[in-house]
């Protein structure tokens, strides 16, 4: 038999009634019950670590993912302090989730063993046991390390057995899915998700979409192209009513363009990308707006501040004048018979004066500081508006290069290169809302762009993106979007009226321990390089947006030396243009 005193028993209640609130996802309300419950209990005690760990979920549902973790590891830190073994595994799980957010993935490795080897010597708790096995599986399966990760969910519902416990049942089984599927074994995959979304509460409405997107991908991966659009049909209309996901309609959209192209329907296949496009367009947007208004409502309350202080400031220079105004009547009193008395006043008023003057040319001074900086701000906001656009010249030739290639029949061109076309737009949407990402990622996105670009030359177009093997094993992170408007403008000044053999080439590299990007070209040189124009006689609105971009750029770059400029010659004559660029 359990004893439980008061306390424990108001632990639980408290536990529960934040439970309910995540649950709710009313993550301001979870975040103000923690802090009250935080401050009420200073010792490493049961309710303090209720309060930390809500208070983690709290900041990662409000996409704080530093401040997860840290309220996440604090709650750790407590529950080794209780020597509370279901709180140690709570506290783990909770860990590796918020690791993966952030992309910490060995921290997030080291913590699933170790998770697993506390639920191991537990033993008694078949759920966070589970979990365990889940988490492990889905290491081995981003490895690509298959048959562990297969091993690994199906003991996660070994051990589950007949516990109540739907959504760590489907978790196992959906994951499960998700491998026989890129093992190829699509008909074991299909009935899997089936089963995981039997599990899914039908009032889950968001939760049953993405499940349906799931089986539909199994679907399109097994070749039953219509079972797929019904089956997307159907959660295509749940996102709606759950709150219209614009990142779940997007994947919706580029699927259907997969299974209606493999059914040979072309134009349904390209009003599909389009409406990806769209909607991907609308996300842009949004995010955008977001950051705008984040940016004014911060720049706002600036101002309030600043001028509570102004007026502050002010007043106390009222009261400052009404008081030497006092001094001056006494003294004028006292002049006849103290003299001496009202030189120092005298004097006394002169310093005061000067003391003002002081402050007032601060204050001037600190006003056109604040010039200074609201204009940087306006340049910053500049340059995230043109970092999140892609050349709408580059987008148009690419449609009507698909076009061309739906109306000739070549249904095998036509798919490969709105596959590639996808690819690239979705790479733009993942890095035009991050500030910086891996070496990589960026080396796979002008990858991708050079290669469509390299199908629109007749003659083709030689490239290379290439990194030092250390900066590779590294994978350091460079800025989102700054090498390639260099790469666009090579491409398009350099190298789109030269005749012959078109080369560019694209090496990171680190020198004097800061990272470089040289971006070369054996194209015309910037003397040299004709002013395009459309035929009517109107400049290029493709190329004046790459030139509005990589005019920002320099501007931001050079004022800190950063980039560079080289004409490349061969005997005397322009042969290339080279460009230097320090990203960190």
Not at 87 to 112: C, P, T, W
Not at 192 to 198: D, G, K, P, S
Not at 295 to 321: G, N, V, Y
Request: charged share 30%.
């Amino acid at each position: 038999m359990f004893l439980f005193s008061a306390i424990g028993i108001q632990a639980f209640a408290q536990a529960d009634h934040l439970k309910a609130l995540r649950l709710a996802g009313a993550y301001d309300s979870l975040e103000v019950e923690a802090r009250a419950l935080l401050a009420a209990h200073a010792g490493p005690d049961e309710e303090r670590y209720e309060a930390l760990y809500h208070w983690a979920f709290a900041r990662s549902g409000k996409d704080d993912a530093v401040a997860a973790i840290r309220y996440g590891q604090e709650a750790l830190l407590i529950a080794r302090e209780l020597k509370d073994t279901v709180r140690i595994m709570g506290s783990l799980y909770q860990l590796v989730k918020f690791n993966v957010e952030a992309r910490h993935y060995e921290e997030a490795d080291r913590l699933r063993y170790e998770l697993l080897s506390w639920a191991k010597g537990y033993g008694r708790d078949a759920r966070q046991l589970a979990l365990a096995h889940n988490a492990v599986g889905s290491l081995h399966s981003r490895e690509l390390r298959h048959d562990s990760a297969e091993h690994h969910y199906r003991e996660g519902l070994r051990v589950l057995g007949d516990a109540d416990e739907p959504l760590v049942r489907q978790a196992l089984i959906g994951n499960l899915a998700g491998t026989m599927g890129e093992t190829g074994r699509h008909a074991e995959a299909i009935a899997l998700h089936r089963q995981a979304l039997a599990l899914v509460d039908s009032s889950d409405l968001p939760n049953r979409a993405w499940s349906l997107r799931t089986l539909a991908q199994s679907l399109i991966h097994a070749g039953r192209y219509k079972e797929a659009l019904a089956t997307m049909h159907d959660g295509d209309s749940l996102n709606r009513l759950g709150g219209n996901a614009l990142d779940l309609a997007i994947d919706f959209a580029e699927l259907r363009a997969d299974a209606l192209d493999s059914l040979g329907d072309h134009r349904g296949a390209y009003a599909m990308v389009k409406l990806a496009r769209d909607l991907q367009d609308t996300l842009f947007a949004r995010s955008l707006d977001e950051q705008y208004l984040e940016l004014e409502k911060r720049f706002e309350t600036r101002l309030k501040e600043e001028e509570i202080q102004r007026l502050d400031a002010e007043a106390r220079e009222r009261e400052e004048r009404l008081r030497v105004r006092n001094v001056l009547l006494y003294g004028s009193l006292v002049l006849a018979v103290l003299a001496l008395g009202a030189a120092g006043l005298v004097w006394r008023n002169l310093r005061e004066k000067r003391r003002y003057s002081a402050t007032l040319e601060r204050l001037n001074a600190e006003l056109k500081d604040q010039k200074g900086h609201i204009e940087e701000i306006n340049r910053l906001l500049q340059l995230k508006v043109l970092r999140a656009q892609i050349n709408p010249h580059f987008i148009y030739n690419c449609l009507h290069a698909i076009g061309n290639l739906v109306r000739k029949g070549d249904a095998v061109g036509a798919s490969s290169y709105l596959d590639g076309f996808a690819r690239l737009l979705r790479m733009v949407l993942d890095h035009s809302v991050k500030d910086r990402v891996p070496l990589s990622r960026e080396m796979d996105l002008l990858r991708q762009y050079l290669k469509l670009e390299s199908l629109r030359f007749a003659d083709g177009l030689d490239y290379e993106v290439d990194a030092e093997p250390s900066l590779l094993e590294e994978d350091d992170v460079v800025p989102a979007l700054v090498v390639q408007p260099f790469v666009e403008n090579a491409i398009w000044h350099g190298l789109a009226a030269k005749e012959g053999v078109k080369r560019v080439k694209v090496r990171f590299a680190e020198r004097q321990g800061r990272l470089v990007c040289t971006v070369e070209d054996n194209g015309m040189g910037r003397s040299a390089a004709p002013k395009r124009a459309h035929a009517d006689g109107s400049p290029s609105m493709g190329l004046q947006l790459t030139s509005e971009r990589l005019q920002l750029l320099t501007f931001r770059m050079q004022e800190q030396g950063r980039i560079t400029f080289t004409d490349l010659l061969e005997n005397g004559a322009p042969s290339g243009t080279r460009v230097d660029v320090v990203l960190g």
